[in-house]
């Protein structure tokens, strides 16, 4: 079965610091995308920034940045100047194999950001 | 606004009791997720409709779930004879067609069954 670990429930950070959140997925599909959600408290899930598997240049969106290593089935997401609207659940998540629509998540890490 | 919405944005309901929700995708979008998320948990893919068609449905969703996009625009969920179980958030997604174009997601209606 394809699963998505998340191994640190919770973390704080200062604003203006750098975080860097980790994932690890397993899958034997070799063509896939991997999304980090954000869901910050009371609002929508939004994404944060995607990665096609293929592609070895990691993916960058402003201050969000991610380290995929393909081989080791892990895929971090760094938050560079971190800001008081980062603060949020970061959700790591990928497609089901076999052609499904289904997105499988990971149980999800709180990130608070303090001033 | 021209994002997911999602009715009722809460509902309380005593058990056994039917309820149904409803999701109004982008206009746009063929294809329509729901998912169910509890606390502390990542969502988890409950069905999937492209157009009016339903073409996935996990396991989760027991004999008591139904769901339908009748016009391929807005979609219902229907939980017959809640349980406390079935008390979670659940959520509406969208997206247009393509390898994995952006999901947008709607802003859940949470469900307590008491």
């Known amino acids: 079965a394809q699963t998505v670990t998340q191994s640190q429930p919770e973390m704080s950070v ?5 975080v860097t959140l980790s994932c690890t997925y397993d899958t034997s599909e ?3 995308y991997l999304f980090w959600y954000k869901q910050p ?28 290593q393909k081989a080791a089935k892990s895929f971090s997401l760094k938050i560079s100047d971190s800001q008081l609207g980062d603060t949020a659940m970061y959700f790591c998540a990928f497609p089901a194999q076999g052609g499904s629509e289904k997105l499988v998540f990971g149980k999800g890490m709180k990130l608070t950001v303090n001033p | 606004d021209t994002g997911v919405s999602q009715d009722p944005r809460h509902k309380i309901t ?3 009791q039917n309820v149904t929700f409803r999701c109004d995708p982008i206009s746009e979008h063929n294809r329509l997720y729901w998912y169910r998320q509890t606390l502390g948990q990542g969502p988890e893919f409950l069905t999937y409709f492209q157009n009016e068609a339903q073409l996935e449905k996990s ?7 139904s769901a339908e996009r009748p016009k391929g625009s807005f979609s219902t969920l229907e939980i017959q004879r809640t349980e406390q179980g079935d008390s979670a958030m659940y ?13 947008f997601f709607g802003q859940g209606t949470r469900l307590t069954v008491v």
Do not use: H
């Open chain 1, 41 to 68: 408290p009371s609002r929508q899930m939004i994404l944060v920034i995607r990665q096609e598997a293929y592609k070895q240049q990691n993916a960058t969106e402003n201050r969000f940045s991610v380290n995929f």
């Open chain 1, 30 to 32: 070799n063509n896939y």
């Open chain 2, 59 to 65: 396991r989760l969703l027991s004999d008591r779930f």
């Open chain 2, 91 to 103: 959520l509406c997604a969208s997206r247009s067609p393509g390898a994995w174009t952006e999901a």
């Open chain 1, 14 to 18: 200062q604003e203006a610091e750098t």
């Open chain 2, 14 to 16: 005593k058990r056994g």
